[in-house]
Structures are given as structure tokens and as C-alpha cells.
């Protein structure tokens, strides 16, 4: 196994790798950056290798690092290893791991999708936080979902952020992004249940009359969902607020409801 190594901050690699903090050059590239060796595990295991794998010298050996480079290796892949401080540099992170993996971005389109391969599927509306985001991927493997479709301009997927809080599901689950005039004729053209938490017209979450494929609408962090959209919904649930809170956070709220729709579908 050959390695390639960087010593200088100039280096056009490190200037590249770096540069993919940024969504515009993310989107430009189509490539995005997994931090630590635990992703990168979830990642391989799940049948997904890096285009690169980049490791600060004189780490600590481990097992699984190992069978990863050996794989990238195999698969065409190339392995770096450069000082603690560049590999700093490249994820902005003063106490950075000590690997980091490029991978190519994968394909988000609805055509891509299999409605039927899952009960459960979770869509957000402009969702802002990567972290609610990677939180929703998260809840999505855990309930079996199909995956998570992003309406609108919501945050982006494969940020740091975001992959990080998915804590690997980013790997596991399906991602779509699509315009809601997009995605409206895409759920009407096949089977498919509507569903959002709301105030208006809503039944009781608990025991509401959930069918599959069913596709949860979670909106806006701040503005909730469109009345527009709201009236699309085939099925308006409301969730008891007891406290001061008016609301759910919205990754919360999508996980409350992804497990409602479980129990009443599996039950």
C-alpha cells in the first residue's frame, strides 16, 4: 500500500479539502467530507468507501482504520496522512479527528425513490438546523423509515453538521431534495399518505387513522408549515402541549409522530 503525504498548508489538496466547508463549493464538486473514524465505519459497513482518506501522522493504530485504508486502497482510493495541524486546518477544529474521509455526494433525486420499500418516510420543509436535519436521519433508521425528502431550500445533508448529528444514517437512508411543486405530482402520481402536526381541523395524534406508505410533513423551524401546504395534507394530527411550550422542536416532533405511525402500522 503506497501513501501519499502533505507537509505544507499551500498544498492544492489541502486548499481543496478545506474549501469543502463551504455548501457553495459542496454543490460546485459534489464531493462533501466525513470527520472520524466511527463515521467512517458506519459509511463502509454500509457499503460506502471514500474517494479519500486523509489521517493525521503518528496516530494511534486501530483495527478498523486499518481494514478501511486496505479497502480504499483496493477500491482505487488514495491515502494521505499530513500533520495534526493541517488536518486542523482542512476541518477547521482545533481538537480535529484524527481521520477524515472524501466522499462523492450521492444522488437526491425523487425519481430515485421506492415508495413501497418502507412504511414510514419523513419530509421537511425548509429545515434550517444541520443539526435537526442529521437528528431526522437519525429517527428515520431507527423507525425503519424509507428515508428523508427535503422540500424547498432546507440545510444541507452532507454538511459536517448535519452527517455528524445523523450519527451514520446519512449512510443508511435515502435522501431526496426537491421543490414542493416537484414534489406534490410525484406523492399524487402513486400511493401516499400526507400527514402534519397542526392546529387546524387535527385529530388527536394518538390513534389517528395512519396508512402506508405514510409520508410525515415536518415544517420550518421558526414559521411551521404554509396553510397551503397544510390543506394538502391528507391527515392533520395534533400532539398535547401541557406546558408554557407551544410547540415541538422540529426533529422532535417528527420522531413523536414517526413512532406513532410505526406502532399503529406494525401494531
Known amino acids: 500500500m503506497t501513501h501519499?503525504?502533505?507537509?505544507?498548508?499551500?498544498?492544492?489538496?489541502?486548499?481543496?479539502?478545506?474549501?469543502?466547508?463551504?455548501?457553495?463549493?459542496?454543490?460546485?464538486?459534489?464531493?462533501f467530507l466525513v470527520e472520524g473514524l466511527r463515521l467512517l465505519e458506519d459509511a463502509r459497513v454500509s457499503g460506502r468507501l471514500p474517494r479519500e482518506l486523509v489521517m493525521a501522522e503518528g496516530r494511534e493504530p486501530h483495527e478498523l482504520l486499518d481494514q478501511l485504508m486496505a479497502q480504499v486502497d483496493g477500491?482505487?482510493?488514495?491515502?494521505?496522512?499530513?500533520?495534526?495541524?493541517?488536518?486542523?486546518?482542512?476541518?477547521?477544529?482545533?481538537n480535529s479527528q484524527s481521520v477524515?474521509?472524501?466522499?462523492?455526494?450521492?444522488?437526491?433525486?425523487?425519481?430515485l425513490l421506492d415508495r413501497d420499500a418502507a412504511h414510514i418516510w419523513l419530509v421537511a420543509q425548509e429545515l434550517r438546523d444541520p443539526g435537526n436535519l442529521g437528528t431526522m436521519l437519525r429517527t428515520c433508521d431507527a423507525v425503519g423509515a424509507g428515508g428523508l425528502i427535503l422540500i424547498n431550500d432546507c440545510a444541507?445533508?452532507?454538511?459536517?453538521?448535519?452527517?455528524?448529528?445523523?450519527?451514520?444514517?446519512?449512510?443508511?437512508?435515502?435522501?431526496?431534495?426537491?421543490p414542493w411543486e416537484e414534489f406534490v405530482p410525484w406523492?399524487?402520481?402513486?400511493?401516499?399518505?400526507?400527514?402534519?402536526?397542526?392546529?387546524?381541523?387535527a385529530v388527536p395524534y394518538r390513534g389517528a387513522d395512519y396508512a402506508a406508505p405514510c409520508f410525515i410533513l415536518v415544517g420550518n423551524e421558526s414559521q411551521g408549515l404554509p396553510q397551503a401546504y397544510e390543506d394538502e395534507c391528507d391527515l392533520r394530527v395534533t400532539m398535547p402541549m401541557r406546558g408554557r411550550a407551544d410547540s415541538l422542536n422540529a426533529a422532535v416532533a417528527g420522531a413523536v409522530l414517526a413512532y406513532e405511525v410505526l406502532a399503529r402500522l406494525d401494531g
Open 75 to 94: 477500491a482505487g482510493g488514495e491515502v494521505v496522512t499530513t500533520t495534526p495541524d493541517i488536518l486542523s486546518k482542512i476541518t477547521g477544529k482545533s
Open 100 to 111: 477524515i474521509g472524501l466522499f462523492d455526494e450521492f444522488e437526491t433525486g425523487l425519481d
Open 156 to 178: 444541507d445533508p452532507f454538511s459536517a453538521e448535519a452527517v455528524r448529528a445523523s450519527m451514520g444514517a446519512v449512510f443508511t437512508q435515502q435522501v431526496a431534495q426537491a
Open 187 to 201: 406523492l399524487r402520481a402513486g400511493p401516499g399518505q400526507l400527514v402534519a402536526a397542526s392546529l387546524r381541523e
Open 4 to 31: 501519499k503525504h502533505i507537509s505544507g498548508f499551500s498544498n492544492p489538496t489541502v486548499k481543496y479539502l478545506r474549501s469543502l466547508r463551504d455548501k457553495k463549493h459542496r454543490r460546485r464538486t459534489g464531493q
